[in-house]
């Protein structure tokens, strides 16, 4: 079968970098500047939306192809498609189980903090124009539409139109086809390996920008809402960052724990994206960075494009405790009782409306919508009681996603025995290589 190009051993100490240089300090000297910015200057702040877009622009120009390439020549790199099935079945397992327990945690804390109660809102007065917009994207979620939705209508649309499903689809279907087809696909391997050098190079140049991506969106950001929106409904969201901290720290951190790895230290290599992510408020940010930087801590190639980009659609802790938590309060703030068996009804629906919403700012919000639209006990209208303040535990549901899809991809290149432990430990301990392109065929940047 084909195989790739072997991976190059890295270096025992990486080429320093000047302080002023190193992303995750640009970012944090960005996002600061953006928050002054926004909470002094407002009008201005708010003005600096056309930066943080430009780079969700540009980093969505880059993820169809970075993604397309990453899984084919994975795949058509594997020795036999039985692995590629197995690493696929294990990584859906994994999605299933900590999915599943996540939304299960949002559901026990909204049921002890209780941070809803004693609103006694009265659901006719609340103004449902104000969610109607997501309602009516929502109302489009159906599990047929779900489904049928994952085949594009052309196979250069599914690379142009956005959907990650798409190019999941059509990713598999080519790479598997390309395995298929023996040593004749040798030379089409070797020339998409030349080509995804070609993209990753330029992901390190986009991501020269990202500072000032992360600046506008950020300024944009308090500009618009204040940081004073956050006392309105401070208990819910402070509940959320709390829930989702100990999501990763307790429960992320013991399977870290038992993979032999620390979640501390991986947070630390990941410092950079999680900086980018939080000054965007979505993960798709820093998705083709994680990609290299899953590869670069010894975690194969074949299953870093295999469990990263599904996990942007199948595994979303942060969004799943968000959405049991928010629903939950929204019942409660207008007093609607939810017997546990209408609960479990709730975290049935969500655990299927979850699926697909990749990490964009504001898919968590349609798809809490899309819950309550099918479970009736819990008014949609009630969403405008956080619509104020979803902006803000957005940022949270990326950095939980983010960090999910990080262990997951190393524990399930752990599962199937592939993974490079020396090599993880030299990037967890900041003994990996300077952010340059390697000579194969993902090249590794941070």
Not at 60 to 65: E, G, L, R, V, Y
Request: hydrophobic share 55%; proline share 5%; charged share 10%.
């Amino acid at each position: 079968m084909i195989v790739g190009r072997p991976r190059e051993p890295l270096p025992d100490r990486p080429i320093p970098q000047p302080w002023y240089g190193q992303l995750y300090i640009q970012v944090v000297i960005t996002i600061t500047a953006g928050v002054l910015l926004g909470h002094f200057a407002p009008a201005t702040g708010q003005a600096m939306q056309p930066l943080g877009d430009a780079f969700i622009k540009l980093i969505k120009m880059i993820i169809a192809p970075v993604i397309f390439l990453t899984i084919v020549t994975g795949i058509a790199g594997m020795r036999d498609l039985k692995s590629a099935g197995r690493v696929a079945a294990k990584a859906f397992a994994y999605f299933l189980f900590f999915s599943t327990l996540a939304l299960f945690v949002g559901m026990i804390v909204a049921n002890v903090i209780r941070p809803g109660a004693g609103l006694n809102i009265d659901p006719a007065t609340l103004d449902a124009s104000k969610v109607s917009e997501f309602a009516a994207k929502a109302h489009e979620s159906s599990v047929t539409g779900f489904l049928t939705a994952i085949i594009p209508d052309t196979f250069l649309s599914s690379l142009t139109q956005g959907n990650i499903l798409q190019v999941l689809f059509v990713s598999i279907l080519f790479g598997v086809s390309l395995a298929l087809i023996g040593d004749r696909g040798a030379r089409a391997l070797i020339v998409l390996e030349d080509v995804s050098i070609v993209f990753f190079k330029l992901v390190s140049i986009v991501m020269r920008v990202a500072p000032i991506g992360a600046f506008g969106a950020m300024a944009f950001t308090i500009g618009k809402f204040g940081i004073g929106t956050l006392a309105n409904l401070a208990l819910l969201v402070s509940t959320f960052y709390a829930t989702s901290l100990l999501f990763v720290i307790l429960i992320l951190g013991t399977v870290a724990r038992l993979a032999g790895f620390s979640i501390f230290r991986l947070i630390a290599y990941l410092k950079a994206e999680l900086l980018l992510v939080l000054g965007t408020s979505s993960s798709e940010s820093a998705l083709p960075s994680l990609i290299e930087k899953m590869e670069r801590a010894g975690c194969p190639k074949s299953i870093v494009g295999l469990v990263v980009p599904t996990g942007y659609s199948f595994n979303l802790d942060g969004t799943n405790i968000y959405m049991t938590l928010a629903a939950l309060f929204i019942a409660q703030a207008c007093n609607v009782h939810l017997t546990i068996g209408q609960q479990l009804l709730l975290l049935g629906v969500a655990m299927v409306s979850s699926k697909g919403a990749a990490g964009v700012t504001g898919a968590g919000f349609i798809t809490l919508a899309a819950t309550l639209s099918i479970v009736p006990s819990v008014p949609v209208a009630g969403m405008a009681l956080i619509l104020g303040v979803d902006r803000f535990m957005s940022e949270c549901r990326s950095l939980t996603n983010f960090i999910g899809n990080a262990v997951a991809t190393i524990v399930v290149s752990r599962w199937e025995g592939a993974l490079d432990s020396v090599q993880l430990e030299a990037a967890l301990t900041g003994r990996a290589p300077p952010v340059e392109p390697l000579p194969k065929g993902a090249v590794s940047a941070g």
